[in-house]
């Protein structure tokens, strides 16, 4: 973790990494080697993966140039088991070669999140996992937690559209998948905004900002994760892993 971090040259939020984090840990878990990530960015998710053989896809060739500059350094000191190509998700190059699909924070930015699953699922042995994430419309942040009312507002404006749980049978209603588990994660963490502040304001060493993140990573863990369990309609994103029949 400590050589992925010093290896980025742009400041990534803290609150990156503890959602990749907890992601990543699901895969973890899930059975099967061979991992593809589609719209990988510039591989952050895929650096935090254990004992996975990672093939990671973008769009963008200036992400790829970067995930590919990070892997050669972490390689240098660490084994590392990750490649990195340039590839629209509507014709991947791949048939049936992967156990496990990633697709996190992708979907909201296609005109056609159907069509991309059928493609991602071309790329997906039989019984194999794909796991999504999506942006949640009903987020309840921190600020509102007290107040309790529900308000459609989007995270990125940017997002062609974001989702409500009711909308995932709408999504996956025409897939040959089964619906492994349904969840939510990153709540609004008490502390995110304050650091938010902190870091427009002041231009912090890397090993601090370091250090932040892992005792924010521990929190997050072993406290605020509880809320998320109880309360994950209402966190940022969604989650879904869905199995191949």
Not at 172 to 187: A, D
Request: glycine share 4%.
């Amino acid at each position: 973790m400590t050589i992925l971090f010093e290896s980025l040259k742009r400041n990534y939020a803290i609150w990156h990494f503890i959602r990749y984090k907890k992601i990543a840990d699901v895969v973890d878990g899930l059975d099967g080697k061979c991992v593809l990530d589609v719209g990988c960015g510039i591989g952050l998710l895929d650096f935090l993966l254990s004992n996975k053989m990672v093939v990671g896809v973008d769009i963008d060739p200036q992400n790829v140039r970067e995930a590919n500059r990070i892997r050669k350094k972490i390689k240098a000191k660490e084994d590392s088991n990750h490649s990195f190509v340039v590839a629209d998700l509507s014709f991947l190059p791949f048939r049936g070669s992967f156990d496990i699909i990633v697709c996190s924070e992708v979907l909201e930015h296609l005109k056609n999140d159907k069509k991309a699953l059928k493609s991602m699922l071309s790329s997906l042995k039989q019984q194999g996992f794909v796991l999504i994430t999506l942006p949640n419309i009903y987020p309840l942040d921190f600020s509102r937690l007290f107040k309790l009312r529900r308000t459609k507002t989007r995270i990125y404006p940017s997002h062609i559209r974001e989702y409500h749980v009711s909308d995932i049978k709408r999504l996956v209603s025409c897939l040959p998948t089964r619906n492994v588990k349904t969840t939510g994660l990153y709540f609004d963490f008490p502390c995110f905004h304050i650091l938010a502040i902190i870091h427009a304001r002041l231009n912090l060493p890397l090993k601090i900002r370091f250090l932040i993140y892992n005792s924010l990573q521990r929190a997050y863990t072993t406290l605020w994760a509880f809320f998320e369990e109880r309360f994950w309609q209402y966190t940022y994103y969604i989650l879904i892993i869905l199995s191949k029949k």
